[in-house]
């Protein structure tokens, strides 16, 4: 199987799951939207910024899974650990990429039907602003900061894998809460944030130094993939 093709087969059997989450996450947001229009005031945050802690911690499980769910299956079957590599990483970027233009969609979609409903909703903490410029460094963001989710939890089920549940717990979720704050500094983001008032407000600096992040956690990983012995 060449690496393009387990790649891509890798992010259709992940994608499924995204559209679960985002169609459950979608749910839970229009009972609370419901409440919020017939009980309460009407001030609630756009579905962007509802789904932003959510949809990361997703993204972290899904990279916990691809080393159970698929390193090990193709493993087992002849696939190489460096195309097995390679196509993780075309499948995390596709997975980024696609989860935030599902959640932007629906964002975009629950917006107009609250305009044609004509309930009058005031839109908090609101994360599309007007403009294609604006909305493509959200959008970038987002893709960015799912990614970088995506790479830290394969790093935590690579660590499992390799070393155990011991020292795996003891040293990798450690490590994992490390590079989460990280994250967490680099776009400002509030949730598992142990600085969440500190941000660097440089939109070409987080996209820098996330790139170079991400490839601390990809030679992370490499390296841990490389050493990994193939449980029969």
């Known amino acids: 199987m060449s690496t393009k093709k387990l790649g891509f087969g890798i992010f259709r059997e992940q994608l499924k799951w995204s559209l679960w989450y985002t169609f459950t996450i979608l749910l839970i947001y229009?009972?609370?939207?419901?409440?919020?229009?017939?009980?309460?005031?009407i001030e609630f945050t756009d579905f962007s910024m509802f789904s932003n802690g959510s949809s990361s911690i997703f993204m972290l499980i899904i990279g916990i899974l691809s080393t159970y769910s698929f390193f090990d299956y193709f493993a087992k079957r002849g696939i190489t650990r460096r195309n097995f590599f390679k196509a993780t990483i075309g499948a995390s970027v596709l997975l980024a990429i696609a989860i935030s233009i599902t959640i932007f969609l629906m964002n975009g979609l629950l917006h107009l039907l609250v305009q044609n409903t004509g309930w009058n909703i005031t839109w908090t903490n609101e994360v599309s602003p007007p403009g294609f410029?604006?909305?493509?460094?959200?959008?970038i963001s987002y893709a960015l900061i799912h990614a970088l989710y995506y790479l830290i939890g394969w790093m935590i089920g690579l660590g499992y894998y390799r070393f155990g549940w011991v020292l795996g717990t003891l040293a990798f979720v450690p490590l994992a809460l490390i590079f989460v704050n990280i994250t967490g500094l680099l776009w400002g983001l509030s949730h598992i944030n142990f600085f969440p008032h500190l941000s660097l407000q440089s939109f070409p600096l987080s996209?820098?130094?996330?790139?170079?992040?991400?490839?601390?956690?990809?030679?992370?990983?490499?390296?841990?993939?490389?050493?990994?012995?193939?449980?029969m």
Request: proline letters at 0%; a negative charge.
């Open 133 to 139: 410029f604006s909305f493509m460094e959200v959008f």
């Open 30 to 41: 229009i009972a609370v939207l419901l409440y919020q229009v017939y009980v309460e005031a």
């Open 207 to 231: 996209i820098v130094l996330s790139i170079v992040f991400a490839g601390i956690l990809l030679y992370i990983n490499h390296r841990l993939i490389k050493e990994i012995t193939v449980v």
